[in-house]
């Protein structure tokens, strides 16, 4: 086997293969998260489902089945404290209404992590197991969530819900990537289920002003509309979706948000440049993962003016192996947590087979517990994305 992957990595090197192809790094990242992923899957295996019908807010303008988030930077004025919140950028208020999310959180952990451990063993208890999850948020009446997000990121005395939202399921994409790994072990008629509502919560994601608005977003925003519009559009299968995110990561996303040297501007202009620019990063490299494919390889598109992924890549690298060479200004908030083990590095590594970038992924922290690391972090079992 360890002569394959050398004819391989060869035939890359030699511009032989297309990279899409090479599978090289494969197991090598099942050597780096075997040990891990086998020990969060015998933990999901013991946990029973938590949905949005678990735990509801007085704040929500929703019903039971509905999730509900507050924003982020918002906070009680001081000056009018029963009055509308105002807007602290890059802070968090602690006592906002968090309990669907770290629910949705924990939900794509579970099936992240038996999703791992189905590809590594093939053992069907694993899936039988996730199955019993996403039932209980995608199929059973008593239990699941509507799919759309109308009342995410609600500010209170202001907006009972924003398209900005629409973030908060980025933490499906995993789930989602979970049932196409697993969808052999399932019976028709719950894949089916299952597959119905990610398609509902498309035409959701495409047809509702909340999610124009966060298609047209012109930072992080708008790179994770696609992002988990591509991963929702591949398990449904559906074609004109996958293209529409294709086209928009090359004549939009790409060319309109990345510099000439490969930073991200409007990152580095927020109260979190570091952060976010990592994570702007992370979306486009999983958006080269989920839609590049044989006839199509996003990891080589470049714009007319020389805008590449690899050069993202290539300049955020050197500040994630050795984060006090950052030139900018620090984050706010969460500055000594970053970085983690970021997807873009090692589907970067992958797509170009770079070595060093692998070495760097490996040694950093594949299990971060900070919230907030956690929440920016959609991608925290990249063996499914190998698929």
């Known amino acids: 086997m360890k002569y394959f992957f050398a004819i391989i990595s060869l035939m890359v090197f030699a511009g032989g293969l297309n990279p899409v192809d090479a599978k090289s790094y494969e197991p090598k990242v099942a050597g780096v998260l075997r040990k891990q992923i086998l020990e969060e899957a015998a933990w999901a295996l013991m946990q029973q489902p938590v949905t949005v019908t678990a735990q509801t807010s007085p704040r929500s303008a929703g019903?039971?089945?509905?999730?509900?988030?507050?924003?982020?930077?918002?906070?009680?004025?001081?000056?009018?404290?029963?009055?509308?919140?105002?807007?602290?950028?890059?802070?968090?208020?602690?006592?906002?209404?968090?309990?669907?999310?770290?629910?949705?959180?924990?939900?794509?952990?579970?099936?992240?992590?038996?999703?791992?451990?189905?590809?590594?063993?093939?053992?069907?208890?694993?899936?039988?197991?996730?199955?019993?999850?996403?039932?209980?948020?995608?199929?059973?009446?008593?239990?699941?969530?509507?799919?759309?997000?109308?009342?995410?990121?609600?500010?209170?005395?202001?907006?009972?819900?924003?398209?900005?939202?629409?973030?908060?399921?980025?933490?499906?994409?995993?789930?989602?990537?979970?049932?196409?790994?697993?969808?052999?072990?399932?019976?028709?008629?719950?894949?089916?289920g299952i597959k119905k509502w990610f398609a509902d919560y498309l035409t959701w994601l495409t047809t509702h002003p909340y999610g124009k608005d966060e298609m047209n977003a012109k930072n992080n925003h708008g790179t994770c509309w696609v992002m988990?519009?591509?991963?929702?559009?591949?398990?449904?299968?559906?074609?004109?979706?996958?293209?529409?995110?294709?086209?928009?990561?090359?004549?939009?996303?790409?060319?309109?948000?990345?510099?000439?040297?490969?930073?991200?501007?409007?990152?580095?202009?927020?109260?979190?440049?570091?952060?976010y620019s990592i994570f702007n990063l992370d979306a486009m490299a999983t958006i080269c993962q989920i839609l590049s494919d044989k006839q199509e390889n996003l990891w080589n598109y470049t714009t007319t003016d020389g805008k590449t992924i690899k050069k993202g890549i290539e300049f955020l690298y050197p500040y994630i192996a050795d984060k006090s060479k950052w030139p900018f200004k620090h984050d706010v908030m969460y500055w000594e947590n970053w970085p983690v083990a970021q997807p873009s590095l090692v589907f970067g590594a992958n797509a170009f087979h770079n070595g060093q970038w692998f070495k760097t992924w490996a040694r950093l922290d594949h299990d971060p517990q900070v919230e907030e690391v956690i929440r920016n972090l959609p991608v925290r079992h990249p063996l499914i994305w190998f698929y």
């Open 63 to 192: 019903g039971k089945h509905d999730f509900f988030s507050e924003g982020d930077y918002w906070w009680p004025d001081p000056q009018n404290p029963s009055g509308p919140y105002i807007q602290k950028d890059g802070m968090t208020n602690p006592d906002n209404f968090v309990a669907h999310r770290q629910a949705m959180i924990r939900f794509s952990r579970i099936i992240g992590a038996l999703a791992s451990a189905y590809k590594l063993t093939g053992d069907k208890k694993y899936a039988l197991h996730a199955l019993v999850h996403l039932k209980a948020w995608f199929i059973n009446p008593e239990t699941l969530m509507n799919p759309n997000l109308a009342f995410a990121q609600a500010i209170q005395g202001r907006f009972t819900g924003r398209g900005i939202g629409i973030i908060d399921t980025i933490q499906l994409m995993e789930v989602a990537q979970g049932v196409l790994v697993m969808q052999a072990a399932f019976n028709t008629s719950d894949l089916n």
């Open 228 to 275: 988990q519009v591509a991963a929702f559009a591949k398990l449904t299968a559906n074609k004109a979706l996958l293209d529409f995110c294709r086209e928009r990561y090359k004549t939009v996303l790409l060319p309109d948000q990345m510099a000439a040297d490969g930073s991200f501007p409007l990152e580095l202009a927020r109260t979190k440049p570091y952060g």
